[in-house]
Nanobody
Framework: QVQLEESGGGLVQPGGSLRLSCAAS????????MGWYRRAPGKQRELVAI???????NYADSVKGRFSISRDNAKNTVNLQMNSLKPEDTAVYYC?????????WGQGTQVTVSS
């Protein structure tokens, strides 16, 4: 069993930055692929970024070059550094941990990009 808790959301102006963090409790964090997803109002949830247990990363085209995902297996955390934020990045951001047969989600944290 893994529990995930996001933090770091908030209100930011266009062009600004935010850093989201996800703290995981439970065992075997290092074997999970970890990801950040988001759901904007009226839209389906979409993948933002993912980092495998081996450290490989993948990003949605819409955030490439602006967002960076990282993980610290010693601290059981995964972070999402978001730069050059745009109004279209406004969404609830969810942390996900997955491995074959297991899929865990956090409660989500709101990110609002507005002037």
């Amino acid at each position: 069993q893994v529990q995930l808790e996001e933090s770091g959301g908030g209100l930011v102006q266009p062009g600004g930055s935010l850093r989201l963090s996800c703290a995981a409790s439970g065992s075997d964090f290092r074997i999970y692929a970890m990801g950040w997803y988001r759901r904007a109002p009226g839209k389906q949830r979409e993948l933002v970024a993912i980092i495998t247990n081996g450290g490989r990363t993948n990003y949605a085209d819409s955030v490439k070059g602006r967002f960076s995902i990282s993980r610290d297996n010693a601290k059981n955390t995964v972070n999402l550094q978001m730069n050059s934020l745009k109004p279209e990045d406004t969404a609830v951001y969810y942390c996900n941990g997955a491995r074959p047969g297991n899929d865990y989600w956090g409660q989500g944290t709101q990110v609002t990009v507005s002037s």
